[in-house]
């Protein structure tokens, strides 16, 4: 059973959230909140497989309650509720941490999906999203870093595909591994550059070169 917290102001857009999850069978709404911090405090009680996090709530807004629960529970997997795509704040919270976004209009079926694949662990960009967010973070930087000498090549490999915005499926079909082996070295890359989702690991493989400004994969990246 994936259990879920939703948190949104709107009281309708609770309820109709809760009744679609668990209308699936394999879902569990275990808290509601109607503000941020209250969000935090179901997130740190209930400790749910997904949190589903609108971003414009009253007194503590969604940003930074995103901040507040993965300073907590690094490994929480949170997915953006928002009304446009385009609103700048999903931007910061997919870079803080967040695993990706759904559109409050969007098909109920893609709702669906999403928490199951976040619940999993994977990415719910599109690579097109992937790369405005990857874009926006380097500007905001503007830095590069050495590439780190504790990853193995096979983990630079799959790092710099993560960072194309390839799936871990693709990633396997590409490498012609099973997928299970790809996820094994997307987690240890990521634990050994103290990441907290793909996004961030896609903005990594740019920084350090794995991935050019075309989004192609660099054959033999740069040591630092």
Same mark, same amino acid.
């Not at 694949?117 to 874009?135: D, I, K, N, T």
């Given at each position: 059973?994936? &259990? ?11 309820? *109709?959230?809760?009744?679609? /999850?668990?209308? @699936? ?5 275990? *808290? ?8 935090? +405090? /179901?997130?740190?009680? %209930? ?8 971003? &414009?709530? $009253? +007194? ?13 529970? $690094? ?31 969007? =098909? $109920? ?22 790369? &405005? ?7 905001? =930087?503007?830095? @590069?870093?050495? @590439? $780190?000498?504790?990853?193995? =090549? ?9 960072? @194309?915005? /390839? ?17 094994? %070295? ?6 050994? /550059?103290?990441? +907290? ?9 740019? +920084? ?7 989004? &192609?994969?660099? #054959?033999?990246?740069? #040591?630092?």
């Amino acid at each position: 059973m994936i &259990r879920v917290v939703v948190a949104d102001d709107q009281a309708l857009v609770r309820a *109709g959230v809760r009744m679609l /999850l668990q209308a @699936t069978g394999d879902m569990e709404v275990v *808290g509601e909140a109607d503000d941020g911090a209250e969000a935090v +405090r /179901l997130a740190e009680h %209930h400790r749910p497989d997904v949190v589903l996090m609108d971003l &414009r709530m $009253p +007194r503590v807004d969604g940003l930074e309650a995103i901040k507040r629960i993965l300073a907590a529970q $690094p490994a929480a997997k949170i997915v953006v509720l928002t009304t446009f795509a385009d609103d700048s704040n999903v931007y910061a919270a997919l870079r803080v941490g967040a695993l990706g976004f759904l559109v409050k209009d969007d =098909e $109920p079926e893609r709702m669906v999906d999403a928490v199951r694949r976040a619940a999993s662990g994977e990415q719910l960009l599109a690579p097109s999203v992937l790369r &405005r967010v990857v874009e926006r973070a380097l500007a905001a =930087e503007q830095q @590069t870093t050495p @590439t $780190p000498a504790g990853l193995t =090549e096979r983990e630079l490999e799959v790092l710099a595909l993560v960072g @194309t915005g /390839l799936s871990n499926a693709e990633i396997a079909d590409r490498l012609h591994v099973g997928v299970t082996t790809v996820k094994t %070295h997307v987690g240890s890359a990521m634990e050994k /550059l103290g990441l +907290r989702n793909r996004i961030q690991a896609a903005v990594v493989a740019h +920084r350090i070169g794995l991935v050019d400004a075309a989004f &192609r994969p660099v #054959r033999h990246p740069p #040591r630092g």
